[in-house]
């Protein structure tokens, strides 16, 4: 198919097998009067349109006039599903937003507030004036987007990590040995130790890189560009693939197998040279903000539990092991779905040092 029945197929294809035509024309011609559609013949303007695709970048096109059009096509139309879809997920991130902050003002206001990122915003616009509504949505939508942001993305490498664990115990024995040898085992690791556990931080590099938390990290380009004789149009949309580089097996040799020691050098130290950290947080302008936390959070997360758990894999009322395929949750982070494992505390001190750790909330 070529010319104008391309065109006019894509424009069907974009819009939805299902859309009933006569209702699409009923509709585009009721929305003719409104001044910012694009022009074309009257009375049908949407395939008026059609003959007016450009030969080159026709996506652009298409993306600018559903942009227009689309929030025009009521929600109860066929095909129209991801509108229905969007007013839920509108309604949860407001919720995500709104219930916390309207929590922190009730504990501030009855003076049993912790200080977080939350109180200080408020506080400093409260010390300049008066917090206005403006502020409020500022504040609500910065504290609520890394909410969102950081929750599900720390979660993952803290679940690869005791799936790795419970599945391979010398490799935890392993840890356990290094962390008893430097820290010893009266008090928990702390980030003083971290450059002197280096099997440690090989575990969580090959966590971070066995399963890379957004194996596709969508950006888009802000101009017309050239990279190594590829021509990258304005505005192109390029999926960065962590996937891949993950998997590549000329740098990680049998990149499917949890491998820590890959990440060690032949001195025993451990090698910055392919560290996953440089490509799992994203890139350039747009890295993750958080990542230095998020990665601090983790490693302090993996070293107590190493320090005081062991981890096995779970067993039947036989003593039969629990022989299960690690499956993810579909979505944009890549998350395993909720696994068995047995999980019990090394010690009677480790049982200590964990109740101790509930005491340490002043910050
Ligand atoms: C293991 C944990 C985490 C991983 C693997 C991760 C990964 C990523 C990735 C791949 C991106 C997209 C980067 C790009 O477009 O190039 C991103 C963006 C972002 N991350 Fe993280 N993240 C993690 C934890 C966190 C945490 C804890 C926070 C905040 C507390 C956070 C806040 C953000 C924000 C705000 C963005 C959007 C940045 C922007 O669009 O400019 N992330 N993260």
Redesign the pocket.
């Known amino acids: 198919m070529s010319g104008l029945g391309s065109q006019i197929f894509f424009i069907l294809k974009c819009l939805g097998a299902t859309l009933c035509i006569s209702a699409l024309y009923s509709l585009c011609a009721a929305v003719t009067r409104r001044k910012d559609l694009p022009p074309g013949p009257k009375g049908a303007p949407f395939f008026g349109n059609g003959l007016q695709l450009p030969k080159l970048d026709q996506h652009l096109k298409m993306t600018e006039w559903a942009r227009q059009y689309v929030r025009y096509i009521p929600a109860w139309m066929p095909g129209m599903d991801f509108k229905r879809s969007a007013a839920i997920a509108r309604k949860a991130i407001r919720d995500m937003e709104e219930i916390p902050y309207r929590n922190v003002m009730q504990e501030m206001a009855n003076g049993i507030v912790k200080p977080s990122m939350a109180t200080r915003l408020i506080d400093r616009c409260l010390k300049d004036g008066v917090l206005n509504a403006q502020d409020q949505r500022d504040i609500e939508g910065t504290v609520g ?2 909410y969102a ?2 929750t599900d ?2 979660m ?2 803290l679940l690869v990590f005791m799936l790795m664990m419970s599945r391979h115990p010398d490799m935890l024995e392993k840890i356990q040995d290094e962390i008893t040898r430097v820290v010893g085992q009266s008090r928990l690791p702390d980030f003083e130790d971290r450059a002197s556990l280096p099997y440690l931080e090989c575990v969580l590099r090959e966590a971070y890189r066995w399963c890379p ?2 194996p596709i ?1 969508p ?1 888009q380009s802000m101009e017309d560009d050239v990279y190594r004789g590829y021509y990258i149009p304005n505005k192109a949309v390029i999926l ?1 693939n962590a996937w891949a580089m993950s998997r590549d097996p000329e740098v990680y040799p049998e990149p499917d197998v949890f491998k820590p020691e890959r990440f060690l050098s032949q001195n025993g130290a451990v090698s910055d040279l392919h560290d996953p950290r440089k490509f ?5 302008r ?6 230095y ?2 990665d601090a ?2 490693w302090l997360a993996v070293a107590s539990i190493a320090a005081t758990m062991d981890m096995r894999q779970a067993v039947d009322s036989q003593g039969e092991t629990i022989t299960q395929i690690s499956r993810f949750v579909s979505g944009i982070v890549m998350e395993l779905e909720p696994f068995l494992c047995d999980i019990r505390p090394r010690s009677e001190k480790s049982l200590q040092l964990i109740s101790g750790m509930g005491n340490t909330t002043e910050y």
């Open positions: 987007s890394l942001a950081g993305t720390t993952a490498p938390v957004a990290i950006h960065l799992v947080f994203g890139f350039g747009r890295i993750c903000p958080g990542r936390f998020a959070t983790i």
